[in-house]
C-alpha cells in the first residue's frame, strides 16, 4: 500500500528589491504632497476663471443682443454657476469624507470638462436668443456642480498634504494653492478675451473661446488624479459609516458658525463687485470707450486680487488667520466707505479709481479671502474635514447668490436713476458689512496657526470615546490588510530588517 506523501508547506515567494528602487520609492513619496498642492492649485483655477470670464462675456452679450439681453438674464447667467456650485460644495464635501478624495477629485474634473465645454458650443433652438441664455443657464449650472465639488475635495487633500511639504508653513502653503490659484484664474479671465478683442476677434468668437478655454485647467490635472490615492491621514482618520452628527454638530457648531458665517459675509461683498467690475468700469469709462479698453482696465482691476491673497498667505503664518482675517475685513471697509463718500470725484480720475477699486477688491482677498479657505480646511478633524468645508464654503455661496441677485437692483432703488450715486452707495453699503466681519471673524473663528492637523483628529477620537462611540470606525483597514495578504502568500523581501521597516512605512504613506 502507497503512502500518501507529506504535503510541503509552501516556500515564500522572494522579491528582489534593489537599492535604486528604494530610493526611487523613497523620492516619489517625498515629492508625492507636493505635487499635490501644485495640481489642486491648477483645478481650483477653473473657478476663479469660470467665475471671472462672465464680466467680460456680460459685456459681449450685451454688445450684441442689447437690450435683448436683460438684467434678469444677466443674474439668472450668474446665479447658475453659484447654484451648481453650492450642490458641488454641499454633495462633494460629504462625498469626499465617506467615499473618498480621490474618486472626488475625478469625478469633478470630469463635470468641469463637460460643463465648459457645453457652454462653448451652447446654441438656442432655432437661431432663439432666449434659448441660448437658457441653454447657457443649463450648462453653467452643470459646470458649477463640478467647480464647486473642487472646493471640498481639492482644498482638504491640499491641507492634508502641506505639513509633509515644509513644517510650520501649511497657512502659505494652503493659502498659496488655493485662494491665489482662484485669483489667477480671475487674472486669466481678464487676458484671454483681451487678446481675442486685440486680434479683432467678433464677440461671439470672443464669448465663445472664452468659455471654452475653461477646459484646460481640468485636462492639465487629469492624469495625475488618475494616477493619485488618498492620502495617509485620510486612510488613517476618516469615518465611512456610522456618523455620529448629533456629537458632531453639538461640537463644531461654533467653529462652523464663523467660517459659514465669514464666508458668506465676504462672498456677499466680493462676488458681486468683481462679477460686475466690468459693467462698472464700462460706466466710469463712458458709452465712447470700447471693449478692449474695457478689458484692458479690468485685467489690471484683477492684477490686484494676487497680491491681496499673496500678502494674506505669508501673513497667515506670521501673524495668525484670526488677527489676518480681521484686518482684511477691517481695512476693506474702511477704504470701501471713503471710496463710496468720494465716488463721483474718484471717478472723474479714472485711473486713480481703478487703483483704489482694485486696492480695494485686494484687501478682501489679504483677509477674509485667503482665511475662510484656510480655516474651514484645518480646524475641523479629518473625518469630518470635506463635509464641513462644503458646508461652510456653500453658505458663502449663498452670500455671493444673494450679492449679485441684489447688486443691480440695489444700484437702480439706491441711485434713483442716477447710476453713479447708486454705485456709491452700494460701496458704502457693501464696506459696511465687511466691518460687520472682522468683528463677527475676531469672535467666532478659532486660531489654528500652531496646530497640527493630526491635533484635531486626536482631540475628535477622545471626543468621541468620552460620549461612548466606538471610535473603531475610524479609519481605513487597507493597508493592514495588504499586509496581511502579503504575509498569507508568503512574499517577504530579501533587505535588511531595518530597511526593511522603513520602505514598508513609506510605502504605506504614498499618496500617488
Known amino acids: 500500500m502507497s503512502h500518501p506523501k507529506d504535503k510541503k508547506a509552501p516556500s515564500p515567494n522572494v522579491v528582489q528589491i534593489t537599492e535604486d528602487e528604494i530610493e526611487r520609492e523613497r523620492e516619489r513619496i517625498r515629492l508625492s504632497p507636493l505635487f499635490t498642492i501644485i495640481f489642486s492649485g491648477f483645478a481650483l483655477m477653473s473657478d476663479g476663471y469660470q467665475v471671472g470670464v462672465l464680466s467680460l462675456i456680460n459685456v459681449c452679450f450685451s454688445k450684441i443682443y442689447g437690450d435683448a439681453y436683460t438684467s434678469e438674464m444677466s443674474t439668472r447667467l450668474g446665479n447658475a454657476l453659484f447654484v451648481g456650485i453650492v450642490l458641488g460644495q454641499i454633495?462633494?464635501?460629504f462625498f469626499c469624507d465617506r467615499v473618498g478624495r480621490k474618486v472626488g477629485l475625478l469625478v469633478t474634473t470630469f463635470l468641469v470638462i463637460i460643463g465648459a465645454a457645453l457652454c462653448a458650443g451652447a446654441y438656442g433652438a432655432g437661431g432663439s436668443t432666449e434659448g441660448l441664455?437658457?441653454?447657457?443657464t443649463i450648462y453653467r449650472g452643470i459646470l458649477g456642480v463640478g467647480v464647486g465639488g473642487e472646493y471640498p475635495c481639492s482644498s482638504t487633500n491640499a491641507s492634508e498634504s502641506a505639513d509633509s511639504v515644509i513644517q510650520g508653513r501649511r497657512g502659505m502653503l494652503v493659502s498659496l494653492a488655493t485662494n491665489t490659484m482662484i485669483d489667477f484664474g480671475f487674472v486669466v479671465a481678464a487676458i484671454v478675451p483681451l487678446v481675442l478683442a486685440a486680434a479683432r476677434c467678433s464677440y461671439e468668437v470672443i464669448w465663445r473661446v472664452s468659455f471654452g478655454f475653461g477646459v484646460l485647467p481640468p485636462l492639465s490635472v487629469l492624469y495625475f488624479r488618475l494616477k493619485m490615492t488618498n492620502s495617509e491621514i485620510f486612510q488613517r482618520n476618516n469615518l465611512k459609516k456610522n456618523v455620529p452628527y448629533l456629537l458632531i454638530i453639538r461640537r463644531y457648531w461654533k467653529y462652523l458658525l464663523g467660517t459659514a458665517g465669514s464666508w458668506f459675509i465676504y462672498d456677499f461683498i466680493a462676488y458681486p463687485f468683481g462679477i460686475f467690475s466690468g459693467t462698472i468700469l464700462d460706466t466710469a469709462i463712458g458709452t465712447n470707450g470700447t471693449f478692449v479698453q474695457t478689458a484692458e482696465w479690468m485685467c489690471l482691476l484683477n492684477f490686484f486680487?494676487?497680491?491681496?491673497?499673496?500678502?494674506?498667505?505669508?501673513?497667515?503664518?506670521?501673524?495668525?488667520?484670526?488677527?489676518?482675517?480681521?484686518?482684511?475685513?477691517?481695512?476693506?471697509g474702511v477704504l470701501g466707505i471713503l471710496m463710496g463718500i468720494f465716488y463721483r470725484d474718484l471717478t472723474g480720475i479714472f485711473p486713480l479709481f481703478v487703483v483704489l477699486y482694485g486696492v480695494f477688491l485686494g484687501l478682501g482677498e489679504y483677509g477674509p479671502g485667503d482665511m475662510v479657505i484656510l480655516t474651514s480646511a484645518e480646524i475641523y478633524p479629518t473625518a469630518i474635514r470635506g463635509t464641513a468645508y462644503g458646508w461652510s464654503a456653500a453658505i458663502g455661496k449663498l452670500g455671493a447668490i444673494c450679492g449679485t441677485s441684489a447688486f443691480k437692483p440695489a444700484i437702480a432703488s439706491l441711485g434713483h436713476g442716477d447710476v453713479m450715486l447708486g454705485q456709491s452707495r452700494v460701496f458704502i453699503l457693501g464696506s459696511g458689512l465687511s466691518l460687520f466681519g472682522a468683528i463677527f471673524a475676531w469672535l467666532l473663528i478659532p486660531d489654528y496657526t500652531k496646530q497640527d492637523l493630526s491635533y484635531e483628529d486626536e482631540a475628535f477620537k477622545k471626543y468621541l470615546e468620552d460620549n461612548g462611540y466606538d471610535v473603531s470606525y475610524l479609519g481605513d483597514a487597507s493597508t493592514t490588510a495588504s499586509q496581511e495578504s502579503l504575509q498569507e502568500q508568503g512574499v517577504v523581501a530579501t533587505i535588511s530588517g531595518a530597511e526593511k521597516q522603513e520602505v514598508e512605512s513609506d510605502i504605506d504613506t504614498t499618496h500617488l
Open 133 to 136: 441664455f437658457w441653454a447657457l
Open 305 to 332: 486680487y494676487l497680491p491681496g491673497c499673496i500678502a494674506g498667505a505669508f501673513s497667515a503664518d506670521r501673524i495668525g488667520r484670526k488677527k489676518t482675517i480681521t484686518l482684511g475685513f477691517f481695512l476693506q
Open 91 to 93: 454633495g462633494f464635501g
